[in-house]
């Protein structure tokens, strides 16, 4: 059975059918056809809108999603891209014109540095399309930006490259400063993100920063949510060539709070310092590479204007870095910043604090740290406070420091005013220990005051220093310059192993110091230091040295050149010595020196230029002057001169020492040292005179001794030199001149007791004085002398003599020193052609090496022998060579006659108690040759023997036969003491002439002997 429908029925079935197809070929038609219509519709619409530059393509558009991309935006040559932007809708929602998010993938995007603010790329073509797109509202509110950095180059101070201090000089908008500049997105933006697109999602994103030298690249993602009534939020994450910095924020909904979240771990501090400059922190010249990983966090609270209260915190780990030109680092421990901002105002006030602790700042022979420090700045105030920080300067310096400081600004004319205190404890600066420095500041950028004090401990250490203090102002304008004054005290010491000391008179000096342009090559400045009458006394072996004394030093720097200028005056002197006084009314010393300053380097230590300043000093020429007026002394009752004075110009310079001012007249006369009247002894001088010649490191005085008894000239030549420690010499000369007792003093010839003396006299004298005892080494030579002594019964003549002393005042000569005569005579006793050789070894020891002489005919020499002028002891050996005979026995008491014959013989001598002893000894006739011998005495055997005695024929006929008898052997032995009595023995054998009778005599000789050897001692008063 067939079933139909009715013909309406069937129609409106079809009709159905061809709609659903219809809409089925559309579906799979639209998907296909849309990415080129859209395509065109965009493009016309852009092209339409005058926004050429930008270029989109459609991948794809769907009913709940379309893909564009890659978009490209291209102005010149910059260009901005858009990998690809996915748009989620519903259909519904689109035609509202409502999307449900927008996820825009690879974004890569350029901003640039340009004339102190940060453009981004494309920026005129952005700028169009927001003013086509954007509603007016957003429009007006988006014209500013948030936190604008900028390079403000017009701000006042100097800018680094230059070795200066870090600068600075980045602005940015005050926190919460004002409503059309809120730190976050205006509130126009807000809604119509509620409004159009509650998702915003940026993924794979990469911003270029791009400066004027440095270029970073920064990958990013984030997301930004927002809907009608609640509140926005937004996330974002950025990897920083390291590091990652992760931020959060809500925006709080009309009448509500926001928050802000941040936080960044893992920063490499040389990414960051490298764009330093580039946000208008300008750091010295040539940075070193700084390392160190920075993290941290930061909130803040949002309100409808914007900031109201923040907080950061900022850890820096392991830093390192520094400045070549310094040879500056800072290494180890961290640093931490902490910050805060907040409170009921508006603009909000805020608060930093930060701290360092363990950091350590090496420098070119430099240790610092480590250091824990900490500071804060609430917007008006701020201080900074460091403790117990370890400083070492190489060999220089080494001390505690500590660092108090705060500063604050003038709410008015925004000046900032700082003040601080530095201490440092325990310091030993160039091997001087201080115990306390102290340092205090305080002023503004342009005007500084100083006060600085330091209290050294008593010692030998900066000239006895004790105290030191004074104040002073640093201004910068129209140029950086200091002036500063004070004084110093002390108690002036000494080495301990100098033989000199200070006596208990403290100094006070006063110094100022100006000096202009510094930093500059023109700088020019002075330093003078100051000094009243003070009171004076200096220790020295066995007295002291006491006076008042005053001075001034200039030290002046002005266009390249320096100078210095000093005077030193002391008066109303005086010496006294256990043996020695001494008193000058002045002495006076000046000196001015000019020369160039060297180079202006700039060195990372004050001591690395010190090259440079040897050099200037070997370009340093200097003239002075030394005046003395005064002086007088005495040395016990020995020595005295009076109103001695010096007058000495000089020229020095570094290399060639002291030298004669070629442009100054000398004296007439050349009279640079002069005295008065000079009296050593018994001697005494008119006045002596001198010319003083400066000679490289020394001085030498060439003058003359006018003396008054003997009154002769007596030629002095002295040097000082004091390059290897004080050393000088003497040397002085009488030329040949005769003399005789006449011309000495009286009180020397009243010792004399009646002696005449005559000779032609010549000596030279030597002293050398250093730091061993003093010597005076001496000649003396005397010709054509006589002496009568009628007192002593004792002449000579022919006199010569040669003495050489090794020191003369320790009376020690030279071996070998001789005395000859050509006659002497004492009672009847006389010799020839005498001569004796000695040494003078002491005072008391006189060694005489041998002496010989003419007598009796022939010559008598002496053994040497050892005398002691205290105590006068010796023992001698006479040896006699062909002595007359008759002549021998003439010195016997009673002897008359006449005799031929030649002795030879020796005898020992011993002296003590003031009279001559004798051992055995013996006087010889030689044997073989005969002799004649004929007494004229009777009674010359007999003369004690009675005409009774056995022995008187034997003896009387000995007698006669003596009157003529020629001699075989004559024999005298000194047989020394007998029975309590120098003895001797005589020997005589022979032939009488007359009748041939032999003789064979032997007599014992008692006292007479010695008697006759003694008698020249008896006469000389011996």
Not at 257 to 274: C, F, I, K, N, S
Not at 686 to 710: H, K, M, N, Y
Not at 894 to 918: A, K
């Amino acid at each position: 059975m067939a079933f139909s429908l009715p013909f309406s029925r069937r129609v409106r079935g079809r009709v159905v059918v061809c709609l659903l197809a219809l809409l089925l070929c559309g579906v799979a038609v639209v998907p296909a056809l849309a990415p080129r219509l859209g395509e065109h519709i965009i493009r016309r619409d852009l092209t339409a809108r005058g926004l050429d530059g930008i270029s989109v393509e459609v991948q794809g558009i769907g009913w709940r999603r379309a893909v564009l991309g890659p978009i490209r935006v291209q102005e010149g040559i910059e260009s901005l891209t858009v990998d690809q932007v996915r748009l989620q809708y519903r259909p519904l929602s689109l035609a509202r014109g409502r999307m449900q998010a927008i996820v825009v993938s690879g974004l890569q995007a350029t901003v640039f540095l340009e004339e102190g603010r940060w453009r981004p790329g494309c920026e005129e073509t952005l700028r169009r399309a927001a003013a086509r797109f954007l509603p007016a509202a957003s429009r007006a509110r988006s014209a500013s930006a948030c936190l604008q950095p900028t390079a403000r180059k017009d701000v006042a101070g100097p800018v680094s490259g230059d070795g200066g201090p870090l600068h600075v000089l980045a602005g940015a908008v005050p926190v919460g400063s004002a409503p059309g500049r809120a730190d976050g997105p205006p509130r126009a933006w807000q809604e119509l993100l509620a409004e159009r697109c509650p998702l915003l999602e940026l993924r794979h994103a990469r911003i270029v920063l791009q400066g004027s030298s440095e270029s970073l690249s920064i990958p990013a993602d984030g997301s930004l949510r927002s809907r009608p009534g609640k509140d926005t939020q937004a996330v974002l994450s950025l990897r920083v060539q390291g590091g990652t910095v992760h931020g959060s924020a809500t925006w709080p909904r009309p009448g509500g709070d926001g928050q802000m979240t941040g936080r960044w771990e893992g920063l490499e501090v040389a990414a960051l310092t490298r764009w330093l400059p580039e946000f208008g922190v300008e750091l010295p010249s040539e940075p070193r590479l700084w390392t160190g990983r920075v993290r941290g966090d930061a909130t803040a609270t949002l309100s409808g204007q914007g900031i109201r209260e923040a907080a950061a915190a900022l850890v820096v780990t392991e830093p390192r870095g520094g400045w070549d030109a310094y040879g500056i680092v800072l290494h180890g421990g961290e640093a931490a910043f902490e910050a805060q901002f907040g409170g009921a105002r508006v603009p909000a006030p805020g608060a930093v604090r930060f701290q360092a602790r363990a950091l350590t700042l090496r420098g070119r022979g430099t240790h610092l740290g480590p250091f824990d420090c900490e500071g804060s700045w609430d917007g008006g105030r701020g201080d900074v406070v460091a403790r117990d920080i370890p400083v070492r300067m190489e060999r220089y310096a080494a001390a505690v420091a500590s660092l108090r400081g705060d500063w604050r600004r003038d709410p008015v004319s925004h000046a900032f005013r700082a003040d601080a205190d530095l201490t440092l404890q325990g310091a030993d600066i160039g091997g001087v220990a201080v115990d306390e420095l102290r340092l205090r500041a305080s002023g503004t950028g342009e005007e500084v005051r100083l006060h600085a004090s330091a209290a050294i401990p008593p010692g030998t250490q900066c000239l006895g220093l004790t105290t030191v203090s004074g104040e002073g102002t640093l201004t910068r304008t129209p140029a950086l310059a200091l002036s500063a004054a004070g004084t110093a005290r002390g108690m002036p010491t000494l080495p301990p192993s100098s033989p000199f000391g200070l006596a208990e008179h403290p100094l006070e000096v006063s110094w100022r110091l100006d000096a202009r342009g510094l930093g500059s090559p023109e700088w020019d400045g002075a330093l003078h230091f100051g000094m009243q009458d003070q009171s004076l006394g200096v220790l020295v072996p066995g007295g002291i040295l006491e006076g008042s004394l005053s001075g001034t030093l200039d030290l002046r720097a002005r266009d390249g050149s320096a100078g210095v200028d000093a005077t030193c005056l002391f008066r109303d002197g005086s010496l006294d010595l256990l043996f020695a006084q001494a008193a000058v009314r002045q002495a006076e010393v000046t000196l001015r020196a000019e020369g160039a300053l060297p180079p202006r380097t700039v060195t990372a230590t004050p001591w690395a230029g010190a090259r440079t300043w040897m050099d200037a000093l070997h370009g340093l020429n200097a003239r002075g002057s030394v005046r003395i007026d005064a002086l007088s002394g005495t040395v016990g009752s020995v020595f005295e001169v009076r109103e001695a004075g010096l007058r000495l110009p000089f020229a020095w310079s570094f290399p060639g020492g002291f030298r004669a001012d070629p442009d100054t007249d000398a004296p007439s006369g050349g009279e640079d040292f002069s005295t008065g009247p000079i009296r050593f002894g018994v001697f005494e001088a008119e006045r002596f005179t001198a010319a003083c010649v400066p000679d490289g490191s020394g001085l030498a005085i060439d003058g003359t001794l006018f003396l008054r008894a003997p009154r002769v000239p007596l030629k002095v030549r002295q040097r000082t030199t004091w390059d290897r420690g004080l050393h000088g010499s003497l040397a002085f000369e009488l030329e040949e001149t005769d003399l005789s007792t006449a011309d000495l003093p009286a009180e020397v010839q009243s010792r004399l007791d009646g002696l005449s003396a005559r000779a032609r006299v010549a000596c030279q004298g030597y002293a050398r004085l250093g730091a061993g005892p003093i010597r005076l080494p001496l000649e003396l030579t005397l010709t054509d002398a006589e002496v009568d002594w009628q007192a002593r019964k004792i002449q000579a003549s022919g006199l010569m003599a040669s003495l050489a002393f090794e020191d003369v005042l320790r009376l020690r000569s030279l071996p070998s020193q001789w005395v000859r005569f050509a006659e002497a005579r004492t009672g009847d006793l006389r010799l020839q052609d005498g001569e004796i050789r000695f040494r003078l070894e002491a005072p008391q020891a006189l060694f005489v090496e041998g002496a010989q002489c003419g007598w009796c005919g022939g010559q008598v020499r002496a053994t040497a022998f050892r005398v002691d002028p205290r105590q006068a002891e010796f023992d001698v050996t006479l040896f006699a060579e062909e002595i007359d005979l008759l002549q021998v026995l003439s010195l016997i008491k009673g002897f008359r006659g006449t005799g031929v014959g030649l002795l030879h013989g020796r005898v020992p001598l011993s002296y003590r108690n003031g009279r001559l002893g004798y051992g055995y000894g013996y006087l010889y006739s030689v044997p073989g040759r005969e002799g004649r011998l004929a007494l004229e005495t009777q009674g010359f055997l007999t003369a004690s023997i009675p005409p009774g005695n056995p022995n008187y024929a034997q003896m009387r006929q000995a007698e006669k036969a003596l009157q003529d008898l020629r001699l075989d052997v004559f024999r005298l032995e000194f047989t020394g003491i007998r029975a309590g009595m120098p003895s001797a023995q005589l020997s005589i054998v022979g032939e009488s002439v007359a009748d041939k009778v032999p003789l064979h005599l032997d007599v014992n000789v008692h006292g007479p002997v010695e008697e006759t050897i003694n008698f020249g001692l008896r006469l000389g008063g011996l």
